[in-house]
């Protein structure tokens, strides 16, 4: 899992990767989608991770 970012007073994070793996993986496009903010990454076809199954909450 990694995030890149601009830091200044005004934006502090613009987009978000998740491999989505596991629950804590998948807390990223969580947040993002909670918080409007661009996020992509990998979803396994089958949409299995390791912890269950990925719902459909992420495209």
Do not use: C
């Amino acid at each position: 899992m990694m995030s890149q970012g601009i830091a200044n007073k005004n934006k502090l994070l613009e987009f978000t990767i998740s491999d989505s793996q596991t629950s804590v993986d998948l807390a990223v496009p969580d947040a993002a989608l909670d918080n409007h903010i661009p996020y992509g990454g990998y979803y396994p076809k089958d949409r299995i991770a390791e912890d269950g199954i990925i719902t459909t909450r992420y495209s």
